[in-house]
């Protein structure tokens, strides 16, 4: 019993640490890297995996459950548990909403903002753009939304947006990861 909650609180601090550390990563001050971004279902889900490998039932016991016998790791169970094989991208909840502004239907500018009102507020205001957000592109992650946004930008050809700079450039060593990223991420495109 006492390593079943051993795991268990194992497993919470696993799945909430490491968001934690992709937000003090993702520059976030440590006060704001302790709420945004921490998805809730990440944790429950590391806390379940800290419970049965502090049972034992991740031992390997075939007998005892015959999933778990080939598991082994809290990431394969992560990946087994998910619906399409990839974790990354069961839950969104991040503080970032891909936005853009549209004139004439044509897409002029693409961005990022992680308070959508008060960036469509500053938009009005000084240049009177009406921005609106792409279904389907809210709360991601920074780098989620940086790597959507960037893929916008290879999409629509910066030279043809009011954007004046890549949000990630081509001579980023990630630069190809977070196309790749952006891709998998943004079902539409």
């Not at 049972?55 to 619906?83: E, K, N, Q, V």
């Amino acid at each position: 019993m006492l390593g079943g909650f051993g795991g268990l609180l194992g497993g919470v601090a696993y799945g909430y640490g490491v968001q934690v550390i992709r937000n003090l990563n993702q520059g976030l001050c440590f006060w704001d890297a302790l709420s945004f971004n921490i998805d809730a279902g990440q944790v429950a889900l590391y806390a379940a995996v800290g419970t049965l490998l502090g049972t034992g039932l991740g031992a390997g016991t075939a007998s005892i459950h015959p999933l778990l016998a080939h598991l082994g790791t809290a990431t394969t169970i992560a990946t087994t548990l998910s619906a399409d094989g990839d974790p990354t991208n069961e839950v969104r909840t991040g503080a970032y909403t891909v936005y853009q502004v549209v004139q004439n239907g044509v897409t002029k500018y693409v961005g990022i903002p992680n308070d959508f009102v008060r960036r469509a507020g500053e938009h009005l205001r000084t240049r009177s753009w009406v921005i609106e957000p792409i279904q389907g592109l809210e709360h991601f992650s920074r780098a989620d939304a940086r790597a959507v946004e960037q893929v916008l930008i290879e999409k629509y050809g910066l030279a043809n947006l009011y954007n004046q700079i890549n949000s990630i450039s081509p001579n980023n060593p990630i630069y190809h990861d977070a196309i790749s990223r952006g891709v998998d991420v943004s079902f539409f495109l």
